[in-house]
Structures are given as C-alpha cells and as structure tokens.
C-alpha cells in the first residue's frame, strides 16, 4: 500500500498551518463557510497562503455555496482543490473547472457506491459522519464497516479521527488519504501543533 496522504482542516491561523506542513501534511484546508466556527475569511486565507512554502495542496471548503461567491473566492485566491460538503450535484461541482472533491455523510443505508458514480469526475470521495443539520466538522466518527470495497474514486477518510484511532481507521479502510479537523485542535479554529504531531506520526506508522 502506498502512503496515506493527510489534510489538515480548518485551518485559521499561519503559525497552525506551518506546523502542520512542517509535521508532514500534504493538504490544508480552509472553510468557506460563515457558520462555522472554523471559517475564515478570504483575506485571512489570502495571508496564510502567502506564506506557505511550495508544494502544499490548498483547499477551499464550501457549503451549497452561491455560483457568485465561489467564483470571488476563486478569483482572489489560487486554490488548488475545491471541497464541496453541501447538497452540490455532480454537475454543479464540476461546474468551475477545478479539481474538486466532493464529501458525503455517511449513515445506515447509504449507497456510497452509487454516490462515487454519480460524482465520477471528482478527484476522490470524503467520508465523513453524519450528523442532522450540520455539514460537517462535528469530531464524531461514524461506522467504517458501511464503506464498501473496490470503490470507483480514490475515498478521504475523515470524522472523528485523533492519533489514537488513525492507526486502526487506516488498516481497517485502507483510504487514499486522511482529513482531521478537530482531532488536532486546542479549541474550535486552533490547533495544538503536539496533536498535528502526534497525528502525522500516527498515519507514518500505519
């Protein structure tokens, strides 16, 4: 098995970002979400990534966002990744002509292969736990054993994931790559640069 890749999300704040990179992520997240405790605004992201040393993936996290606000946050910000959590159709995702993935919230029942289908251009499927009425970022960890083998796009483990349960997450889904958010967090937008520690090292060793 190749090395799982990682992405730190909900990144807010420099400091947080270049600890993240300097502790061996390969993605950092931003949100675009006003709602969330972990949103930023396009000016703080712009800061960020200004400072970001090359060859780190940025990725902007969107909520059934408008066409007109995606396309501003878009033109003031060189993006890498699109991350749609909302209820944004295939068409609408592949509508910026952008990598994209697309996150789905997994619950008993689901048909997570048809949904890997139906996204056929994204460049790989999130996974993350279900929670009524809200999009994401929640620390809860949902049922692995709903993920299905052989999947159609490359699958981004996230929900619920900490150092102390990466190892298993990893050797029980075998996913492309891994996506944390409150797991390495100080409180609700800040990290705690020991827990980012703590977390590469984990999916190292797995």
């Known amino acids: 098995m190749s090395a799982v890749r990682s992405k730190i999300c909900g990144i807010t704040r ?23 405790p972990r949103a930023v605004s396009v000016q703080q992201a712009r800061a960020i990534i200004a400072g970001l040393p090359p060859f780190v993936t940025t990725v902007g996290l969107f909520v059934n966002a408008s066409s007109c606000e995606l396309n501003e946050t878009l033109d ?44 056929g251009k994204a460049s790989g499927i999130l996974l993350d736990a279900y929670v009524p009425g809200v999009p994401g970022g929640t620390g809860e960890r949902f049922d692995w054993s709903l993920i299905p083998g052989d999947l159609s796009r490359p699958i981004i483990l996230a929900g619920g994931l900490d150092a102390g349960n990466v190892v298993q ?18 409180s609700k937008g800040i990290k705690d640069h020991d827990k980012v520690r703590a977390f590469m090292r984990a999916v190292r060793e797995a």
Request: negative net charge.
């Open 169 to 186: 997450a990893i050797a029980q889904v075998r996913p492309y790559a891994v996506d944390v958010s409150g797991g390495v967090e100080r």
């Open 14 to 36: 420099l400091e947080d970002a270049l600890a993240a990179v300097e502790a061996g992520a390969d993605a950092l997240g931003f949100v675009f979400y006003a709602p969330s």
């Open 76 to 119: 003031a910000l060189p993006l890498d990744l699109l991350q749609f959590h909302g209820d944004e159709s295939p068409e609408a995702c592949d509508g910026y002509h952008r990598p994209f993935i697309k996150a789905l919230r997994v619950k008993p029942g689901d048909d997570i292969a048809a949904a890997c289908r139906a996204y």
